[in-house]
């Protein structure tokens, strides 16, 4: 395994410009360890994808991403036979015979991520992105193939992974992913940051913002997060917010920038009314106070 100690793994994915919770790199840790699958769920944008993504950059292995939507079926997800290859093929030999065994060979396969993945010689992190979207069935699918990490493929055999991939996959919870399925995997919940952290992950994420900008930025998102909204901000909104606060010169916040700029941090009309007038001049008046309170 690549890390010895969680401090180090911290240390890598910082490397890859990713700040975890403990909790976050405990997960990664344990999976990495006990090389168990990690299911992480959580709202959109706390970092779910990211993580996998800074967890291959910082592991140096490559990224294999599978992305679920409704109606992903083996033929997209594992392999799919070359039938345009088989025919060309039958037809160069002409009057000569092709034998069976020769059409559904290796060279006539076409390989999908979970394929690549197992037959990958090198170290690889796959990423099962969004599999709330993917249907029952293909979940039943993969229980199998997380268990034993191996593909059964009719005409060739069984093909068994020859490392051990790191999995991570991740659900917006827009369904309840089945127990068999959690059971099999290592669990963690990604919560929104604590303020210090997002204020640490903007100034990461956005070079050359003035402290007090970021600090500002990310404590209103924080004021935003606990009235009753229909989409909550994640910490890509913040980062979004503040570059683009940042692209405007800003060096403070105020209601009218504020209130130019909100389309970058919430997406639904609804929410745009939540947060107007007083309620807005009172959210920037706290996010300043708690902001020269963070800095
Ligand atoms: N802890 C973090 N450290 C650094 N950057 C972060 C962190 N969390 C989130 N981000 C940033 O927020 C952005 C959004 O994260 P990501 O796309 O991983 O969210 P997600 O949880 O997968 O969202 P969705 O459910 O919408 O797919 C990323 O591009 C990343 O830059
Ligand atoms: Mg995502």
New binding site residues.
């Given amino acids: 395994m690549a890390f010895a100690t969680i401090d180090e793994l911290e240390a890598g994915l910082e490397g890859a ?4 919770e403990r909790g976050l790199s405990t997960a990664l840790y344990l999976s990495l360890s006990l090389q168990k699958p990690l299911l992480l769920e ?1 709202e ?8 996998a993504k800074a967890l291959a950059t910082a592991t140096s292995s490559r990224l294999i991403r599978l992305q679920c939507y409704e109606g992903l079926d083996v033929a997209h997800a594992v392999y799919e036979w070359n039938y345009s290859r088989q025919l060309l093929h039958i037809r160069a030999a002409q009057e000569g015979t092709v034998s069976e065994e020769e059409l559904f060979g290796p060279g006539f396969l076409i390989r999908r991520p979970l394929l690549e993945a197992i037959e990958s010689t090198e170290p690889v992190v796959l990423l099962i992105d ?1 599999i709330d979207r993917a249907d029952d069935e293909f979940e039943a699918f993969l229980l199998e193939m997380l268990s034993d990490f191996q593909i059964t493929i009719p005409e060739i055999g069984t093909v068994t992974a020859r490392g051990h991939p790191a999995v991570i996959l ?1 659900s ?1 919870r827009t369904r309840e992913l089945h127990d068999a399925l959690k059971r099999r995997c290592l669990f963690h919940w990604i919560g929104h ?1 604590t303020l210090e952290r997002e204020i640490e ?1 903007v100034a ?2 956005v070079p050359g913002i003035p402290d007090r900008l970021a600090a500002q930025a990310a404590a209103f998102v924080q004021g935003l997060r606990q009235l009753d909204l229909a989409k909550p901000p ?3 909104e913040t ?1 979004d917010w503040a570059q683009a606060l940042a692209a405007l010169g800003r060096e403070d916040l105020d209601a009218r920038t504020v209130e130019e700029t909100l389309g970058s941090v919430l997406k639904y009309h609804e929410d745009f009314a939540a947060v107007r007038d007083e309620a807005l001049v009172a959210l920037v008046e706290e996010a300043r106070t708690v902001a020269a309170g963070a800095a």
Avoid: D, F
């Fill in positions: 410009q990713y700040l975890p959580g959109a944008g706390v970092g779910k994808t990211e993580a969004e991740t917006n940051p992950i990461l994420r994640g910490v890509a980062i």
